[in-house]
């Protein structure tokens, strides 16, 4: 049963990847997380949002203070591993992924939306999601003993900051499919226990080439600023900072929870506008597709939350380098 549980998962996060090789072939974007341009333009918000001193010590490890121009790393070094992107050649990445066979689960994870708060060991929950990834990094930040070096850590953490802000990386559709016609979305946890996921809707496709997931990551981030260059967009991003609402507080070895906690109850509101149709299920009971409608309005009120959440993630990625006790 374990054996089976970890095989499906595996095919799973296969299958996310082949999805993502075919979107990048289809639209020739770097459709990673975010998408280029969101991962960048978090960077940038938060390198005008940190204190001196984290300046100082970002210098320090980077040589200078670009995180947009590392934002992106833990998505080439992903697809070099599939012989993919700038990185293919490169001996750092490919030591990387000797190292770290599994960084392709770093960064999401699939909670059931009706999912309260991150729980560890919660269906969906695993010791390598991108919560714990953020934790991984700080701590090597910090000095804990790992095999990320601290280049390596503050790369990543920038990365994945980003991710744990994009909805559809933290919370995933749960369908209950007894009719290939009229599969039922599960929000409840409880229920949710056993049945299919749609990776985060890697799985949910608008029309045969457009599927969720990258309408979160590339479409609705192009929208925001009606731009895909990432320094306009962080312009637009850093001049909507609500710091009073977003301002962490208390032990930020936590936080990356918290903001799982938030981004969840975002994917439910990704959700929840969305008509499900026929769903494509394999030889083994599988779920491979499911076809989606959205209404006219979901476009632009979901772009809205997709502005929200990348200005929150450059906030919190600011607050976390300036909370950091450095170890050099
Ligand atoms: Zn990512």
Same mark, same amino acid.
């Given at each position: 049963m374990v054996a089976k549980t970890i095989s499906y998962q595996q095919t799973k996060q296969m299958k996310k990847a082949l999805s993502f090789i075919l979107l990048s072939a289809s639209t020739c974007l770097s459709a990673f997380g975010w998408g280029q341009e969101g991962h960048q333009a978090v960077g940038q918000v938060a390198k005008g949002l940190i204190s001196d001193s984290t300046r100082a010590q970002i210098v320090k490890i980077l040589g200078n203070d670009d995180l947009a121009a590392v934002a992106t790393w833990a998505d080439e070094v992903r697809a070099a591993a599939r012989g993919q992107g700038p990185l293919t050649a490169d001996p750092e990445a490919k030591q990387f992924n000797k190292t770290f066979p599994d960084n392709s689960a770093w960064h999401f994870v699939n909670l059931p939306l009706g999912a309260a708060q991150y729980t560890d060991g919660a269906l969906g929950s695993a010791t390598n999601d991108v919560v714990h990834a953020i934790n991984n990094c700080v701590a090597a930040l910090e000095g804990t003993p790992s095999k990320l070096s601290k280049v390596q850590a503050l790369r990543l953490l920038v990365h994945f900051v980003g991710d744990i802000h994009q909805p559809l990386h933290v919370g995933t559709g749960y369908f209950e499919i007894d009719d290939v016609h009229n599969p039922v979305l599960i929000t409840d946890p409880a229920l949710a226990v056993g049945k299919p996921d749609d990776v985060g809707g890697n799985d949910l496709f608008f029309t045969a080439s457009e599927e969720l997931h990258a309408f979160w990551?590339? *479409?609705?981030?192009?929208?925001?600023?009606?731009?895909?260059?990432?320094? &306009?967009?962080?312009?637009?991003?850093?001049?909507?900072?609500? *710091?009073?609402?977003?301002?962490?507080?208390?032990?930020?070895?936590?936080? &990356?929870?918290t903001w799982a906690g938030d981004s969840v109850q975002q994917a439910l509101q990704a959700y929840q506008p969305i008509t499900f149709g026929a769903a494509e299920v394999d030889t083994?009971?599988?779920?491979?597709k499911i076809s989606i409608t959205k209404p006219a309005s979901y476009e632009q009120d979901e772009t809205t939350i997709v502005q929200t959440q990348l200005a929150k993630a450059g906030f919190h990625l600011a607050e976390l380098l300036d909370n950091i006790n450095w170890k050099n």
């Open positions: 990551d590339v *479409t609705l981030v192009k929208n925001v600023a009606k731009t895909a260059d990432f320094t &306009a967009l962080a312009g637009v991003l850093s001049q909507n900072i609500d *710091t009073t609402k977003w301002k962490d507080s208390g032990d930020h070895h936590v936080w &990356a929870k083994h009971n599988r779920l491979r």
